[in-house]
């Protein structure tokens, strides 16, 4: 029952956080300048008065801005999104055809990045002050401090141009029209680059603070006295040490994970990857005001949906933490 009430009241809490950011991210778009209905209009090449009216009679921008926010929360509670300027199409369809390609990348990549930096942390823990903690140490720092859109390009140049190894662009082979398990490789086969790309940066993360924390675990006085008691090391180091260390990992993951779908912007542009990313620098491109407040809000959503899954992880990790 504790369980229950604590799932209601942060999903409570989770429903008023996105609220609050639609209508933040609904002022802050109204007050970059510029006008949609101008951008169409000079697209189909006709700019006078009374088509632009009807431009912004058509999209709801002939309002106030304040009757323009209570209608599009409005239609929020409906679970309207609206209808994208430029695409012609229902923002939630538009969405929800590339969400799954985005979702398939970042729950890849956070997969990736949390497993392979949580034990190269431990690793190098283990061997604090060798060869084996300085190497790991190192390229977490450099893969930390190298921006992705260069290791995306250099990636293509090596494992796509030089050694023809991977596919550099796109989500499938074009024209190729695979199905069933053809097809499902095809996308694995596209997936490795952008996944991998994608996950350096936060394995990087993971694995200095899984080594930093697990250093500090391991230097407190409940470990001396597992120790002392003659509890096999492999024992100490993964029941007492890992899982307290695990903790802080854990919460940064948790935050990360959401930030992760809206940070893939830069990555599926350089792959060409069709996600609500590159939606998203589309309809900034185009000056879509309803389709970048969709995608806005979808991206809020699974950000706070994953920190809702950390605080429901938090328990498991330590049963010490209490829901209530």
């Not at 930390?144 to 494992?159: I, K, Q, S």
């Not at 491109?285 to 920190?307: E, H, K, W």
């Amino acid at each position: 029952m504790a369980k229950l009430v604590f799932f209601m009241r942060r999903l409570g809490q989770g429903v008023a956080t996105l609220l609050l950011i639609a209508i933040i991210n609904f002022m802050l778009i109204r007050a970059a300048p510029g006008d949609p209905a101008t951008v169409l209009a000079g697209e189909t090449g006709a700019a006078d008065e009374q088509f632009m009216a009807e431009l912004r009679a058509r999209f709801d921008l002939d309002r106030p801005l304040p009757q323009q926010l209570l209608s599009y929360l409005g239609r929020l509670l409906q679970g309207d999104l609206g209808e994208s300027y430029r695409q012609q199409a229902q923002v939630l369809d538009l969405i929800l055809e590339r969400l799954p390609a985005t979702l398939l990348l970042t729950i890849s990549a956070f997969v990736l990045s949390l497993l392979f930096g949580v034990a190269l942390g431990a690793w190098a823990s283990r061997h604090a002050g060798k060869w084996q903690d300085s190497a790991i140490t190192t390229l977490a720092m450099v893969f930390y401090a190298t921006p992705l859109y260069w290791v995306a390009l250099m990636g293509v140049l090596l494992f796509s141009v030089q050694l023809d190894w991977l596919p550099g662009f796109g989500y499938e082979t074009v024209g190729a029209q695979f199905t069933g398990w053809a097809r499902v490789l095809d996308i694995a086969h596209h997936l490795v680059l952008p996944t991998l790309v994608l996950a350096l940066f936060y394995m990087a993360i993971y694995a200095r603070m899984t080594r930093a924390t697990m250093l500090e675990v391991a230097s407190q006085d409940f470990i001396k006295t597992a120790r002392a008691k003659g509890l096999p090391e492999s024992r100490v180091v993964r029941a007492h040490i890992l899982r307290n260390a695990l903790l802080p990992v854990v919460t940064l993951a948790g935050m990360q994970a959401g930030a992760m779908v809206g940070g893939a912007v830069l990555i599926e542009t350089v792959f060409a990857w069709p996600g609500i990313g590159r939606l998203l620098f589309e309809a900034l491109a185009q000056r879509d005001y309803a389709l970048l407040l969709g995608t806005f809000l979808v991206t809020a959503s699974i950000a706070v949906l994953f920190n809702l899954l950390t605080d429901v992880v938090y328990t498991w990790v330590d049963p010490r933490i209490e829901l209530s």
